[in-house]
């Protein structure tokens, strides 16, 4: 009876969403393998304009679409020609979607309701406010003064946890007995998931990307992160993060990747947010960001000089 | 009809066969859908990333390293030990070496290339699926995909070029080609150009040795084809995991460090 009951549990669908079946792998797991995109222009907060409003129609996310993608297309002339210098890339480079995520939520964040991070702890905001105190001090001093993007050392998209970014959201995911490993196209990072339920690393030895270990939740794999570096800082974390994320095939073309940021050093509570990825017909494309790395020698040196020219 | 017999016959005269040449029966796992089994973390054992080719102990660039820095001993892994150069390249290939300190893309942490990710002194994984094989290697995050049906050209090269694979009976045998100019074969300074051409085969050789092979092309560099061969060998500790070698970090102060802000 308690069994049935169970049962009955595991088969209710997620709200609003029909009961699908994901295939399986040669090796019996739930198949999350091919070329998936995150892009979307859903930001992680909910905007001040859609305050109170958790989830768009279908025409609401249509019209949202079409100004987000209007409003963002850097190729129209603005006010002047510095305007457009500034804006450096064109239209062509960017690739941040042009749609709403399928859930038609308004923000990635699904907790707290609001749709908004949760305040820092005294704790977080001092970190927070030493970090943005270093950058405006010491904004271009050393190649350590730049943000991690500009270092090719760690983009968004690669987190963990995985987040659209300005361009090559795209990932692909290998499974094989024990492992799911999932390509990054920004800067080729590769997350390896075991399995076997492992021991994490020890506490004293510290990744950009933490130490993942993973399992599976009837076809969820569920993914906890630790280990992270006090460099990694996603959203102002420490290196007490522990990241928990959730892949759940819901139709043939989506997975619903849903994370959970727990570190009670910066957040007095665990907040969650939800991305939905879309199977991509593209391939992954090597991205060799710190082999063409100009930009760095290009910021260091304009400072040096523009430091030259303010000492005359 | 055969007789069950001869079937048995036949069966044991396929498994006595040896396991060099092509298209041998290989020894060791399966994967689900009956193929050798690759899957697994691996790490070659020569020092054929200082140089392919057989070689003395000798002092490192770096002084200050002393022993550790200084180059250790092997014998090499090239078959007939010539690497074929074209007159004008080995003179290049010498010109590297000499300067290799600020030639060889390896001190700026730069993409390996193929065949040299495979005998980086780093572990890699292998990650076997039906229609593409991951290879992820501990140097650098490198990884490469290999297309088990042929996505057609490459459309530009990269540093880790595009691979295509296929099975010639038990071995994985990968084509790669859109390989850049940019990466050298070891630190002796063994370079190719962007003609590079490789033709890699990976045979099991029981549960926890593989046979690596490269056939490696480039008509501007060399006067014809040549061949490297190696074991591969599992990783077999408990727990064994690639680690993170993000080394982008610590090439930095060598980088950037002369448009570093004087205090």
């Known amino acids: 009876m308690n069994l049935l009951l169970v049962c009955v549990l595991i088969a209710l669908p997620l709200v609003g969403q029909p009961v699908w079946t994901p295939p399986r792998t040669v090796d019996g797991q739930p198949d999350l393998q091919g070329v998936w995109t995150n892009a979307t222009i859903t930001p992680l907060e909910r905007p001040a304009e859609l305050a109170g409003k958790a989830f768009f129609t279908k025409a609401e996310a249509a019209a949202y679409e079409q100004k987000v993608v209007a409003d963002a297309n850097v190729d129209r002339r603005r006010s002047d020609i510095s305007t457009d210098v500034a804006l450096a890339y064109n239209e062509a480079w960017w690739d941040r979607g042009t749609k709403v995520v399928k859930t038609l939520r308004t923000s990635l964040i699904v907790d707290p309701a609001d749709g908004k991070l949760p305040a820092l702890t005294a704790d977080g905001e001092r970190r927070a406010a030493a970090l943005a105190e270093q950058a405006r001090l010491h904004p271009a001093d050393g190649p350590e003064s730049r943000r991690l993007t500009e270092r090719c050392i760690l983009w968004p998209t690669a987190g963990p946890p995985m987040l659209p970014s300005a361009y090559n959201n795209n990932y692909q995911i290998f499974q094989s007995p024990g492992y799911v490993a999932i390509g990054i196209e920004m800067i080729h990072d590769i997350r390896i998931i075991p399995l076997d339920n492992r021991p994490h690393l020890p506490s004293n030895v510290r990744q950009w990307l933490g130490d993942a270990r993973g399992h599976w939740e009837g076809n969820t794999l569920v993914v906890e992160t630790t280990n992270f570096t006090d460099k990694t800082r996603f959203r102002n974390t420490s290196e007490k993060l522990r990241l928990t994320e959730r892949f759940t095939r819901t139709d043939p073309d989506t997975i619903l990747y849903e994370f959970t940021v727990d570190d009670p050093a910066t957040y007095a509570k665990p907040w969650k947010a939800q991305v939905t990825m879309s199977r991509s017909p593209s391939r992954v494309y090597e991205y060799a960001c710190h082999e063409g790395n100009y930009g760095m020698v290009g910021i260091l040196a304009g400072a040096r000089a523009e430091e030259k020219g303010s000492n005359k | ?263």
């Open chain 2, 1 to 263: 009809m055969l007789q069950p017999y001869k079937v048995w016959m036949i069966t044991a005269v396929l498994l006595a066969l040896p396991a060099a040449g092509q298209g041998t029966a290989a020894r060791g796992p399966r994967t689900a859908d009956g193929k050798p089994n690759l899957n697994g973390i691996w790490q070659v054992l020569t020092t054929a990333n200082w140089d392919l080719q057989g070689h003395a102990a000798a002092a490192g660039p770096m002084i200050p390293l002393g022993a550790i820095g200084a180059m250790p001993p092997g014998q090499g892994v090239v078959e007939g030990e010539e690497i074929p150069y074209k007159p004008e390249a080995l003179a290049t290939k010498k010109a590297n070496f000499a300067d290799r300190l600020k030639l060889d893309p390896e001190v700026k942490c730069y993409l390996p290339g193929v065949p040299r990710a495979t005998y980086m002194p780093f572990p890699f994984q292998i990650v076997q699926t039906p229609k593409f094989i991951l290879i992820t290697y501990e140097y650098a995050n490198a990884a490469r995909t290999i297309y088990m049906e042929d996505p057609g050209p490459p459309p530009i090269d990269s540093w880790m070029g595009q691979s295509v694979g296929h099975w010639e009976g038990d071995t994985l045998v990968v084509d790669v080609t859109g390989l850049n100019d940019q990466t050298w074969f070891d630190r002796a300074g063994n370079f190719h150009s962007d003609a590079l051409h490789v033709v890699e085969r990976y045979t099991l050789r029981g549960g926890d040795t593989l046979l690596y092979e490269a056939t490696i092309e480039d008509k501007n560099v060399f006067t014809k084809p040549w061949k490297i061969s190696m074991p591969i060998y599992r990783r077999l500790e408990k727990n064994v995991q690639l680690m993170e070698f993000k080394c982008v970090e610590f090439v930095e102060e060598l980088m950037y460090g002369q448009y570093r802000k004087k205090q």
